[in-house]
């Protein structure tokens, strides 16, 4: 029978020269094979889990002596019994499971060699009989070649397990946090059981099924010997605990990017592990809470403001079909999340923050048509200024902050800062371009924050420790202080967000939200005098969201985030405008509102009485002089105080205060409704 054997092995090896079939060069060293040598450090120097995304295990091997001889043994009893015995093909083993497969009517056993399974890991196949034959014949020339140690090592570092870890020195801090030393019996057979079917055998979803598995495959090695039986009583009792590592860091997108040109053997990035990981959570937490309105993915990016050093990068999507895409580089609507830029431009032509702009019912012609622009809420406040347009970020007058600075020069700017993404002319944009139509990635969009979170110089995002540094001022001082003021002022956008406004965070911080057509981008980007982070939600196949907006969506995981950041690092005082813009006269203004009508006031007209003999008191809280009275944009009277004569239906109230220093200020609308 053993000539017949290797008879039927020479046959093989006859007719795989004969046929020209397509075996494979061989590695000179199962030590150098061919696999990215890069290792990928972060900001302090612990390895980022760049092997985790390589075809091969390059920086978690181990030596055989370094494996415990009874984990080897297991390995040898499960996967290949005849391993010191066979030449690359068990013969009898493959004869034995032709005839159970036929008995069966299906494939129940494969009776693939160690030696087989290293041949399809350095040159995957598809899985068919002639592949099989070819593998065969790769296999004995692979034992030619290497001693059966050299193989069982490679099999040993090289073995594929869940998540792309890959050798047991991985699988075994995976799923124990240990080294493979430390393993119990129960564990090491674990490991056995769980290289047959990685996706099916897995520890973190089937711990049951797996565990049950695991005690049948003890059972085996009891009977043939491999483990005696006090080992066997005490691994029997024994239950598989899992103990995920202390800290996984994913960053899989961040990783492909820094590839793309990092040099070196060693490369030291400037991801910090611990917030990647903290920040990863809080993002799939979010995605997960919001999953039912329809949001799927997410990314989030996280800079060192004085530097421009990414942090974290994240780029998160359940949805299998696009959880591949990193939603940090993959253009989308940026919407009023750009504005701020545009506001920046227009302070440089000569407006200040107190520039008032009339915020009313706007049309422009449009090829052969006419658009109308509307405003989010589709209110208009009618004279505001720049700093209320901004902070309530209102459509009309962003407008004409366009019209004011020009198409042209606008869209020059915004190349000027990085966002290189708008390729077409500006005539392809027009006037939509102030409202954010332009599909701007997470990463360029960052690039424009952290330019005004640095007072208008711009700088690069920086990887690597070995990347660009350049700085280039692109703004004036005066003009990026202000647009950082008026995005940390709560009051600048108390009309659209309210007082108690998310955006309101503990610690001085310029925040900018965004919300595109139809619910189909959510974006919130902000600053303080330490970080600058941004959030964009959405979906990645361009489905509509549920009523998210920037603020209730991105908004709320931004504010997380920066509780985060500020809890990792005492931040100073978010530096601003020099100007009485900011705390001083927002404190003047709160002191200014509408006392009556109550914002959504129920008022009844008596049909008892006439109609003219009735009115309603609109009345002026705080230290204004006087004001005019408007009810649905119509002049309706001046005064601290005035008697309003009810109109059934649903209007809007609001007043333009006039303060003790003869500024004219623009207080929040109420509705009401009169019945």
Known sequence: MRWLFCGLTVLLAAFGLIVGLNTAPLPDSLDDFAAEKQQFLDNRGNPLNVSYQNWFNVFDTAELYEIPELLQKM?????????????????????????????????????????????RMLHPRPRTLFSKIVEGVDAWRLERRFSKDEILKFYLNQVPYASNRRGIKQ?????????????????????????????AFNLYKYPEKTDRLVGRQLQKFYEQGIIGKDAFETAKTERVKLTPPALTVEAPQFLAFVRKNADGAVVKTTLDSALQDTVQKLTRNRLKALQKKNVHAAAVLVLERETGNVLAWVSESIDDKTKDFDAVLVPRQAASAQKPFLYALALTKGWTDETLLNDEPLSRSVGLGVHHFKNYSRRHYGTVTVRQALGNSLNIPAVKAIEFAGVDEYWAFLRKIGITTLDKSPD?????????????????????????????????????????????????????????DILSDPLARQFEFGTDSVLNFPVKTAVKTGTSTDYRDAWAIGFNRDFVAGVWMGNLTYEPMRDVTGASGAGLLLRSIFTELNRMKNTGTLKTAAVKSGAARSAERAEVFV?????????????????????????????????????????????????????????????????????????KPHGIEVK
């Open 75 to 119: 390995f040898i009893a499960a996967e290949d019994k005849n391993f010191y015995a066979h030449h690359g093909v068990d013969w009898g083993a493959r004869l034995s499971a032709v005839m159970q497969n036929v008995r069966a009517g299906r494939v129940v056993r494969g009776a693939s060699t160690l030696t087989e399974q290293v041949v």
């Open 171 to 199: 699988a075994a801090r995976y799923y124990f946090s240990k080294s493979p030393d430390r393993l119990s019996v129960r564990e090491m057979t674990a490991l056995v059981v769980l290289v047959r079917a990685p996706a």
């Open 428 to 484: 392809f944009y027009r006037e939509g371009l102030a409202l954010g139509n332009a599909e701007i990635p997470l990463f360029e969009l960052m690039r424009g924050y952290l330019m005004l979170a640095n007072g208008g110089i711009l700088k690069p995002i920086r990887a690597t420790a070995s990347d660009d540094y350049a700085q280039e001022r692109v703004l004036s001082e005066s003009a990026a202080l202000t647009i950082a």
């Open 595 to 667: 006392a009556t009508p109550a914002d959504g006031a129920m008022i009844a007209i008596d049909p008892r009485v006439l109609t003219e003999y009735q009115a309603y008191r609109f009345e002026l809280s705080g230290t204004a002089e006087s004001a005019d009275w408007f009810v649905d944009g119509q002049k309706v009277g001046s005064g601290r105080s005035f008697f309003w004569k009810p109109v059934k239906g649903s209007h809007t109230v609001h007043a333009e205060a006039v303060l003790e220093n003869g500024e004219r200020l623009i207080l």
